[in-house]
């Protein structure tokens, strides 16, 4: 059984910092590409940053230079340091284990920037 577990979320102020870490289970997770998305409330689903197995990464526009995702096979873990956090970045953010025509995601965790 597959299981992807989000943690780190809350609420911060604007300009504050949270660290999501995502533990994955039944899965060879270094094999995985893996990746965080969030959804704000009325809004699509939209990929914020994605690790390939061999470490590459990307990001969406408005979270460059603000996000850095990170990964340890050690741990079966997939990691999102958030830095200067913005109101426009609340949402639910959700972890996604992705390889070939398999993918599975996590239950969401719920990040909220206010003052």
């Known amino acids: 059984q597959v299981q992807l577990v989000e943690s780190g979320g809350g609420l911060v102020q604007p300009g504050g910092s949270l660290r999501l870490s995502c533990a994955a289970s039944?899965?060879?997770?270094?094999?995985?590409?893996m990746a965080w998305y969030r959804q704000a409330p009325g809004k699509q689903r939209e990929l914020v940053a994605a690790?390939?197995?061999?470490?590459?990464?990307n990001y969406v526009d408005s979270v460059k230079g603000r996000f850095t995702i990170s990964r340890d096979n050690a741990k079966n873990t997939v990691y999102l340091q958030m830095n200067n956090l913005k109101p426009e970045d609340t949402g639910v953010y959700y972890c996604?284990?992705?390889?070939?025509?398999?993918?599975?995601w996590g239950q969401g965790t719920q990040v909220t920037v206010s003052s």
């Open positions: 690790i390939t197995s061999g470490g590459s990464t």
């Open positions: 996604n284990a992705d390889r070939r025509r398999s993918t599975y």
């Open positions: 039944g899965i060879t997770f270094m094999l995985y590409a």
